[in-house]
């Protein structure tokens, strides 16, 4: 079993940058892919951005490529979302999952808030 963690939310205004970090426990944080996802009030959760396990494949929605970066530091168990020129409609509930693979989680967080003012 995984427990994931995620930190690093906040209120920014547009155009600003923000750092996702997900703590991972257990020691086979390296055999799952891993999962960004996120939640807007009224909508349903949608995919942000995947990562393999050993972080050399990633997939990014539409909606956010070529402005998020996802990415992984397996010896310490933490997967990364470095989000640079956010929008206002990236406010949301970011949350981090594991799974055997990109498309198929299992174990999600808590989630992290993110709001973009305008």
């Known amino acids: 079993q995984v427990q994931l963690v995620e930190s690093g939310g906040g209120l920014v205004q547009a155009g600003g940058s923000l750092r996702l970090s997900c703590a991972a426990s257990?020691?086979?944080?390296?055999?799952?892919?891993m999962g960004w996802f996120r939640q807007a009030p009224g909508k349903e959760r949608e995919f942000v951005a995947a990562?393999?396990?050993?972080?050399?494949?990633?997939y990014y929605a539409d909606s956010v490529k070529g402005r998020f970066t996802i990415s992984r530091d397996n010896a310490k168990n933490t997967l990364y979302l470095q989000m640079n020129s956010l929008k206002p409609e990236d406010t949301a509930v970011y949350y981090c999952?594991?799974?055997?693979?990109?498309?198929?989680?299992?174990?999600w967080g808590q989630g992290t808030q993110v709001t973009v003012s305008s």
């Open positions: 999952a594991a799974g055997v693979t990109w498309y198929d989680y299992t174990y």
């Open positions: 257990g020691r086979t944080f390296s055999t799952y892919a």
């Open positions: 990562i393999s396990r050993s972080g050399g494949n990633t």
